[in-house]
């Protein structure tokens, strides 16, 4: 028997009874449109998370101090205090694979404009901060060099906190009040910076940026900073660059424990493998549907083959071979899993671009994701229906005969 006349026969006995067909795949179109869509949200968030960090720069090294630990009473030792501006200078002369560092410190505050206000993130930073993270204005200008020289009051805001305070207008020029507990800073306004978002654990458009010198001898008073955030001279120095700066650190603080040096490309890495393992675990949900819907195609047509042991019985006995009614069951099976495979692709398409506009998450359909839906539907056909087939192809066609 040809494979166009078993696919054929296949295909007539499916549509002869339609109900029980669609209510047989089923469990494979709801299996193939959840894997389809949960690949297509991990996928798109893993694309979302790379392309806003490799935008920062993946030759971005991240210089802090590290948390110290008290043992038998004793008060714990870090690093931190060795955390000073002239510690950033001192990095770039002895690390040649570091191009450039700026010193960053961080303070909460009240941004105040007339009779509204807003707590955002004051960054103290350096000229060299926007073009190490790939941050450009939008409208004015960045902190300067002279700015830090003269711990000038002027500021640079955030897409969001520019938004909030002055919707429809330009700011730049304009002033506003920093509130650090008690103590009000008037500042001007030289700059808004590009819409950015959040990346990582930092939501760029909350920040308003000073120079550091003003948030460190003008504001709060302090000497240290939070952290530095170095940029190697390229993507193949950075292991040099952090070898570099470890070995510096080392040796100025006694001991390896005293601070932390991480790259942007490890966080890459990190948070892409994260993502890949939390992607998979939701395929994993989704296959259980599919399994499901394998055993409803089983039930189905072990039903079908009792339903038709007189026809298996008739067709043996004018010279249908094993072989012919194995393959005829099988290919009924394959072809519900593979109709079923294909409805679920379309719907779980579907399903992706919904997610994407009404849910405002990223959601990518793969073809790696769609072949592998369709594959695992195919082989729960094959597997599912390899049972039933051999048991009509079984069967003898004396008593099939007799079967009433």
């Known amino acids: 028997m040809r494979m166009s006349e078993i696919l054929a026969t296949a295909s ?67 690093g931190e205090n ?20 700026t010193p960053v ?49 002027v500021a640079v ?14 700011p730049v020029g304009e002033r506003l009040v920093l509130a650090f507990g008690n ?14 978002g959040q990346v990582g654990f930092m939501n760029y458009d909350n920040l308003v940026y000073v120079p550091i010198t003003t948030l460190l001898r003008r504001v709060t008073g302090g000497t240290t ?5 170095a940029e190697a001279h390229s993507v193949d120095e950075v292991n040099a660059a952090i070898g570099q700066i470890q070995y510096f650190l080392t040796r100025r ?62 067709r043996k006995a004018i010279g249908a071979l094993r072989r012919d009614l194995l393959l005829q069951f099988l290919a009924e099976a394959v072809l519900l899993s593979v109709s079923g495979g294909m409805i679920g692709v379309a719907l779980g398409w579907i399903g992706a671009k919904a997610v994407t506009r009404f849910g405002g998450m990223p959601a990518d359909v793969s073809l790696s994701s769609v072949l592998l839906a369709l594959g695992f ?6 597997v599912f229906g390899v049972y039933p087939a051999s048991r009509a192809a079984r069967l003898d066609p004396v008593v099939a005969l007799r079967h009433q």
């Not at 539907?377 to 094959?382: E, F």
């Open 105 to 153: 410190q961080q303070s909460s505050a009240f941004v105040v404009r007339d009779d509204q206000n807003l707590r955002a993130t004051v960054m103290g930073i350096t000229p060299a901060y926007a073009e190490m993270m790939n941050y450009k204005p939008y409208s004015g200008r960045f902190i300067r060099s002279l700015d830090v020289e003269e711990e000038a009051f």
């Open 82 to 101: 060795i955390f000073t501006l002239e510690l950033g200078e001192t990095i770039l002369s002895v690390a040649p694979s570091v191009k450039r560092i």
């Open 377 to 382: 539907s195919m082989s729960v056909g094959l």
């Open 12 to 78: 007539r006995s499916l549509r002869s009874n339609r109900l029980r067909t669609i209510l047989s795949i089923l469990g494979i179109v709801i299996g193939v449109a959840s894997v389809i869509t949960l690949i297509a949200v991990g996928t798109g968030a893993q694309n979302q998370v790379t392309e806003r960090i490799s935008a920062l720069g993946t030759n971005i090294i991240n210089i802090s101090p590290a948390f110290g630990v008290g043992r038998g009473g004793r008060q714990s030792t870090s």
């Open 183 to 196: 103590r009000r800073f008037p500042v001007l306004i030289v700059g808004v910076m590009e819409q950015k």
């Open 225 to 229: 900073v939070s952290s530095f955030i």
């Open 157 to 170: 805001l955030g897409w969001e906190v520019a938004q909030s305070l002055f919707e429809g207008v330009d």
């Open 253 to 314: 603080t006694g001991s390896t424990s005293g601070f932390r040096v991480t790259s942007q490309l490890t966080l890459l890495e990190t948070l892409t493998e994260t993502i890949g393992t939390f992607t998979i675990m939701l395929a994993a949900i989704g296959g259980i549907s599919l399994l499901v819907g394998g055993i409803g195609i089983m039930n189905i047509m072990m039903v079908s083959v009792t339903e038709r042991t007189r026809e298996i019985g008739l």
